[in-house]
């Protein structure tokens, strides 16, 4: 009998269960939203607002709860330092299900499951002149001073781990001079 069993089979095997929502919550989490069928996305939801109620907590063996069923470090640094943080003041509702109708191939209810307050973006902007701005008439491409090119030539030849190197120099020559 299955008498105080609280979560939804969805037709699999207990490990089989637990992989797939936990695979669906790493996507929550990383997109913001996942497109899913209804049932899944009601298990999912609940397990979903357990996580943020972990990161909301910020102890370290929250963390490594969440690192159970996460099982990505980048993701547990993202969950505690940029998702949990958006809903300190909210006691729960951290996510939400809609319904999007049935699907075509065998006519299950899909539903959109999303994270209540998705990060703020900022508006893109056009790619062409602003309107209060006429274009400019094109010129005739410069050639570049010889100066130019040896400096140019010496970053290339650095690589990234010069560039390093140099920031390295300078901060110790400005610490050693204070």
């Known amino acids: 009998m299955r008498h105080g069993k609280r979560n939804q ?8 269960r637990e992989a797939m929502v936990n695979t669906l919550v790493k996507n929550l989490l990383r997109h913001g939203q996942i497109q899913t069928t209804y049932a899944r996305a009601k298990e999912t939801q609940r397990l979903a607002d357990r996580l943020v109620t972990l990161g909301k907590e910020g102890s370290v063996h929250s963390r490594r ?22 809903y300190l003041d909210m006691p729960g509702g951290y996510t939400r299900v809609m319904r999007l109708g049935l699907r075509r191939g065998d006519g299950a209810q899909k539903a959109l499951l999303a994270l209540s307050r998705l990060p703020e973006v900022e ?3 056009p790619a062409g002149p602003k309107p209060s701005q006429a274009p400019k008439a094109p010129t005739a491409p410069q050639a570049p001073k010889p100066e130019q090119k040896k400096g140019d ?5 650095k690589g990234i781990l010069g560039g390093l190197r140099d920031l390295w120099t300078r901060k110790k020559k400005g610490s050693g001079a204070s």
């Open 9 to 16: 089979r969805l037709s699999r095997p207990m490990d089989h």
């Open 65 to 86: 709860r969440a690192f159970r069923v996460l099982q990505n470090r980048t993701l547990v640094k993202q969950l505690f330092g940029d998702i949990a943080p958006r």
């Open 123 to 125: 508006p893109a902007r």
């Open 153 to 157: 030539e010496e970053k290339k030849k």
